[in-house]
Each structure stands twice: as C-alpha cells, then as structure tokens.
C-alpha cells in the first residue's frame, strides 16, 4: 500500500512561513512519472487544489490564485519527496493540507495562521 506523510504544520503568526513536506513510500509505480499537487480543506470548505507540479522533471507548475507568489511548490525525485514553502502566510491559509500522488492522498498535516 502506497504510504504519503506529510508533515511541517504548525501554528505560525500572520506574514510566517511554513514548509510542508510529503514523502511518498511503499510505492507500486515510478514516483518521478506522475505529477504531484498540495490541497488543502478548511473547516467547513471543500477540499481545493493549492498547488502541482509535473513529474519527470516537474517543469510545470500550477498555483491557485489566492497563494501565488506566495507559495513555491517542488519535489526531489530521488527522496520521493514533495515540498509546499509557505511564505507570508495569512489567516485564510489556516487548513489541513493534503499531499495526492496518483490514487492516493496523505492524511494531511494542519496549518493554523494565528496570531
């Protein structure tokens, strides 16, 4: 069974940064093959896409549009890992935030920006 953890969340203050981490393991396919994306679900909201990237190379990327230039997304395909930098944070990003590879999805790592 294909295992994602993510991790880095945490409580931060307005204008804070965070770095997310999800590591892929236990896996059943070429990691570098498929793209990978960060979402997350507020408290009452549906779950949206935040950010993704290509794999083989991750030369494409995408970013909702309430954290671009804000949030950089990146992966090293060697670790099996994906990254979501979080910068200048705000209380609208307070969410659990999932990492999704394929089929499967982590299970999530909270992000609470408070001051």
């Known amino acids: 069974q294909v295992q994602l953890v993510e991790s880095g969340g945490g409580l931060v203050q307005p204008g804070g940064s965070l770095k997310l981490s999800c590591v892929a393991s236990?896996?059943?396919?070429?990691?570098?093959?498929?793209?990978m994306s960060w979402y997350r679900q507020a408290p009452g909201k549906e779950r949206e896409l935040v950010a993704a990237i290509t794999g083989a190379g991750g030369t494409s990327i995408n970013y909702a549009d309430s954290v671009k230039g804000r949030f950089t997304i990146s992966r090293d395909n060697v670790k099996n890992t994906m990254y979501l930098q979080m910068n200048n944070l705000k209380s609208e990003d307070t969410a659990v935030y999932y990492c999704?590879?394929?089929?499967?999805w982590g299970q999530g790592t909270q992000v609470i920006v408070s001051s």
């Open positions: 236990r896996l059943t396919f070429n990691f570098n093959q498929y793209a």
């Open positions: 999704h590879i394929f089929l499967y």
